[in-house]
């Protein structure tokens, strides 16, 4: 997994809203689906792209899959985009 495939999971308005249903926990899949006008296919394969990228895990109980955020590789891509800005927070507007 590399940085391009991790900004092209991040790049489609789909996947990001995937993300941020994630940030208040795990869901299992139908749950995700059940919150997009798209096709369980559709969902399936938007959650493969970001599972790719490493930005969720996935977990099989019985019959369901549960998703959930994969923060450590969010972690990363902050501080580089941090790195990009040069400097820290505390730098900004001075």
Same mark, same amino acid.
């Given at each position: $997994?590399?940085?391009?495939?991790?900004?092209r999971?991040?790049?489609?308005?789909?996947?990001?809203?995937?993300?941020?249903?994630?940030?208040?926990? &795990? $869901?299992?899949?139908?749950?995700i689906?059940?919150?997009?006008?798209?096709?369980?296919?559709?969902v399936? &394969?938007?959650?493969?792209?970001?599972?790719?990228?490493?930005?969720?895990?996935?977990?099989?109980?019985?019959?369901?899959?549960?998703?959930?955020?994969?923060?450590?590789?969010?972690?990363?891509? $902050?501080?580089?985009?941090?790195?990009? &800005? +040069?400097?820290?927070?505390?730098?900004? +507007?001075?």
């Open positions: $997994m590399g940085l391009q495939t991790t900004l999971a991040l790049s489609d308005p789909t996947r990001r809203e995937i993300l941020n249903l994630l940030k208040g926990g &795990r $869901m299992a899949a139908g749950e689906a059940e919150k997009f006008p798209v096709t369980g296919a559709s399936s &394969r938007h959650l493969a792209v970001l599972r790719e990228a490493g930005l969720i895990r996935d977990s099989r109980e019985g019959k369901f899959i549960y998703y959930e955020l994969n923060a450590s590789v969010l972690e990363e891509i $902050m501080l580089w985009i941090k790195d990009l &800005r +040069g400097g820290n927070e505390d730098d900004q +507007g001075k």
